[in-house]
């Protein structure tokens, strides 16, 4: 039996190159991917296999890609660590984060540790928590503090804030937290209706006025209303937009400044969501946003049907920003709080684990 047959054999890699399944070309998916919303979690076992496939596609880009690296291969050399910085970079993982990565696995072969290939793909699972072990920082809401958590949801359009916000209703019910939502979408026809139908499915009140009405001003009423009521969570909207509209991006921080009236911790959370499947764009919206108005935390929607996932460790290494939430489907249930550990081990799985 050859070195290479060997290698092949045990661990880590013959894990990988198991994994040749999937097509993983994102034009293509986009097309074929039809995601049916649903309620209820799907049937097939567990948290964390609906992880695994909600990432389905970037896993199978780099797993896929990662086994085909080592075919023919009995040792690590130079070329073998640029396909696989070559792979991270499709993956969306950045220039940056991916330079960290492969800097360390060329410092580590150079000191001689790493042995094998299944020892090289250990480190390199190891360097990827390490990118996103410290903006993993759950979103935690404080008990008994007798006034409402704001949570102001904000982002570009269609990036899932909407979604974002019913789901969110539902798992804050289920920790036995009383809900309300602002309709602070007052610009897209039928956002305060789309808004509305979460508060129906979580039962719970949404503060509404009429589109085109003061975004600030229905906020500020909602606020209103939650602190007289003694609700646990508000959970405001915003209308889609880009951090270039100027106009747009003064709008929010006047919903922060009139929310500080009433209290001026809020928004206790200003929270952007982005689209994964926009790749190194998700990084920018992020920064600028940043820029303009404060994020505290940062929630990544649609990782399923997408191979660009690897857009959390740019993220990560650029904005150190927590990262709280990820979006894994349409359906009510699926999104999860991040964890780092989790989504490396979600990515790198093979399928039948
Ligand atoms: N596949 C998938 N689709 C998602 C996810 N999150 C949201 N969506 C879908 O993305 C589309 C836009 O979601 P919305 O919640 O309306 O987005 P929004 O940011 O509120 O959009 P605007 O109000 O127009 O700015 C909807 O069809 C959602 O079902 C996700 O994690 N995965
Ligand atoms: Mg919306």
Redesign the pocket.
């Known amino acids: 039996m050859s070195d290479t047959e060997n290698t092949e054999q045990k661990g880590l890699f013959s894990r990988l190159k198991n994994t040749l399944t999937g097509n993983n070309k994102d034009t293509q998916a986009d097309s074929e991917t039809v995601?049916e919303?649903r309620d209820k979690p799907s049937q097939n076992g567990g948290f964390f296999a609906r992880l695994k496939q909600g990432l389905n596609r970037t896993r199978t880009g780099l797993t896929k890609g990662l086994a085909r690296l080592g075919i023919g291969k009995t040792g690590i050399d130079d070329e073998l660590l640029e396909d696989i910085e070559t792979l991270l970079l499709m993956a969306d993982v950045g220039v940056e984060a991916t330079r960290e990565i492969i800097s360390d696995l060329e410092k580590r072969v150079s000191h001689a540790q790493l042995e094998d290939l299944d020892m090289l793909f250990q480190a390199l699972q190891e360097d990827m928590q390490k990118l996103l072990g410290p903006v993993e920082q759950p979103l935690v809401i404080p008990e008994n503090t007798g006034k409402p958590f704001v949570l102001l949801m904000i982002?570009?359009?269609?990036?899932?804030?909407?979604?974002?916000i019913g789901k969110l209703a539902k798992r804050f019910q289920g920790e036995g937290k009383s809900v309300m939502l602002a309709a602070g979408?007052t610009f897209?026809a039928a956002?305060v209706e789309?808004l509305k139908v979460w508060g129906q499915r979580n039962d719970v009140p949404v503060v509404a006025q009429k589109t085109g009405s003061d975004s600030a001003s229905v906020i500020y009423d909602a606020l209103q209303s939650a602190t007289a009521k003694g609700v646990d969570v508000l959970i405001a909207?915003t209308?889609?937009r880009l951090h270039t509209q100027d106009n747009l991006m003064s709008e929010l921080e006047k919903v922060q400044r009139v929310m500080g009236k009433i209290d001026a911790e809020a928004p206790h959370e200003t929270m952007i969501?982005v689209d994964a499947s926009i790749g190194q764009n998700a990084l920018n919206q992020v920064e600028q946003f940043h820029q303009a108005v404060g994020l505290s935390g940062i929630s990544v929607?649609?990782?399923?049907?997408t191979a660009k996932g690897g857009i959390l460790f740019a993220i990560a290494k650029k904005t150190g920003l927590p990262i709280r939430y990820i979006?894994?489907?349409?359906g009510i249930d699926?999104l999860r709080v991040f964890h780092a550990g989790e989504f490396v081990e979600a990515l790198l799985s093979r399928e039948e684990d």
């Open positions: 995601i919303p982002g570009m359009n269609g990036a899932g804030k909407t979604t974002t979408d897209r956002a789309q909207d209308a889609g969501i929607t649609k990782l399923d049907g979006g894994i489907g349409e699926d």
